[in-house]
C-alpha cells in the first residue's frame, strides 16, 4: 500500500504542473459524459425505446456503467495502455523489481483527468438513487456500492485480458478496446430492447448486465429476490479468468521485440 500511495501522489504532482490544463481536461471529461448523456435522453423522449424504465431508472443505469468506468480508467488505465509498456520496454524493468506486478502497472499510469468524469458521474448516480429507491434499506445501500464496486472489477478484467493479448500481438489491444467501449455503450441502454444472441453475450460472455439491470429491478421493489443483489459478484469470476491469461502471458514472455 505504501507503493501504491507513492504512486498516487507521484502521479498527482505531475498533473499539477499545469493547473489550467488538468482542470479543462477534467471539465472536458465531465462535458463528454454529459453529451452522451444529452444523446440518450433525447432517444428515450423522442422514440421511448426505454419504455421498461422510467427517466430516473435509466439515469441510475447510466451512471453505475459511467461512475465504473471512469474509475477504472483512473486507476487501471495501465493495463489499458499496456502495449506502451511493452514497446518501450519498461515492462521488463517491471519484472526486475521485487514488488507486485499489478501494482507496479496501476502506477505506471493514472490518469487523475479522469476526476471530472468520476464525479460528474457519483453526483448523478447519487441523484438518480435517491429517485429511484422509495423504500430504501441497508440492503439497497449495500447494493449501490456493490453494482459499482463490481462494474470497476468488470471493466478492469476487460482491460487485463486485452494487456493479456499484448503478450502475442501488441495491436490487439486495440480489438479489445472495441469491447470494453461497446460493453459501456450497451449498458447505458437496458437490455431489454436487445436480441437474444445480444442478451446472451451480456449476461453470460460479458455480465455487465448483472451489475446495472437485474440490480436495478431490486431497488426499485420490481423483485424481492435475494439473488438479484448478488447477482453483480459473478464479475469476480472474470477477473480470476483475466489474472490467469494475464499470469500465463507473462510466462510466454520474452523480452521486449520477442
Not at 2 to 23: C, D, G, N, P, R
Not at 64 to 78: D, K, M
Request: hydrophobic share 50%; with cysteine.
Amino acid at each position: 500500500m505504501k507503493l501504491l500511495k507513492t504512486y498516487l501522489a507521484m502521479h498527482l504532482k505531475v498533473s499539477l504542473e499545469y493547473k489550467a490544463s488538468f482542470i479543462l481536461s477534467c471539465l472536458s471529461q465531465a462535458i463528454y459524459m454529459l453529451v452522451e448523456l444529452f444523446v440518450i435522453y433525447a432517444l428515450f423522449i423522442k422514440f421511448k425505446l426505454l419504455n421498461t424504465f422510467n427517466i430516473y431508472e435509466m439515469l441510475l443505469g447510466f451512471s453505475t456503467i459511467w461512475l465504473g468506468y471512469s474509475l477504472t480508467e483512473l486507476f487501471g488505465r495501465g493495463f489499458d495502455c499496456f502495449d506502451k509498456l511493452i514497446t518501450r520496454g519498461n515492462f521488463d524493468l517491471l519484472l526486475i523489481r521485487p514488488r507486485s506486478i499489478f501494482i507496479q502497472i496501476i502506477g505506471s499510469d493514472i490518469c487523475y483527468e479522469k476526476l471530472g468524469r468520476t464525479i460528474c458521474a457519483l453526483a448523478l448516480y447519487i441523484y438518480s438513487a435517491t429517485k429511484v429507491i422509495i423504500n430504501i434499506n441497508l440492503l439497497k445501500i449495500l447494493l449501490l456500492v456493490i453494482m459499482i464496486i463490481s462494474c470497476v472489477i468488470l471493466i478492469l478484467s476487460l482491460f487485463i485480458i486485452g494487456a493479456s493479448f499484448c503478450f502475442i500481438t501488441v495491436q490487439g489491444i486495440e480489438a479489445i478496446n472495441v469491447i470494453t467501449n461497446g460493453t459501456k455503450q450497451v449498458a447505458e441502454y437496458p437490455i431489454s430492447i436487445y436480441k437474444k444472441p445480444v442478451k446472451f453475450f451480456f449476461t453470460f460472455i460479458i455480465p455487465v448486465v448483472l451489475i446495472n439491470y437485474y440490480p436495478l429491478n431490486y431497488l426499485t421493489d420490481r423483485t424481492t429476490n435475494i439473488l438479484y443483489v448478488l447477482m453483480p459478484l459473478f464479475t469476480v469470476f472474470l477477473f480470476i479468468i483475466s489474472e490467469y491469461l494475464f499470469n500465463l502471458g507473462m510466462k510466454k514472455y520474452c523480452s521486449t521485440g520477442s
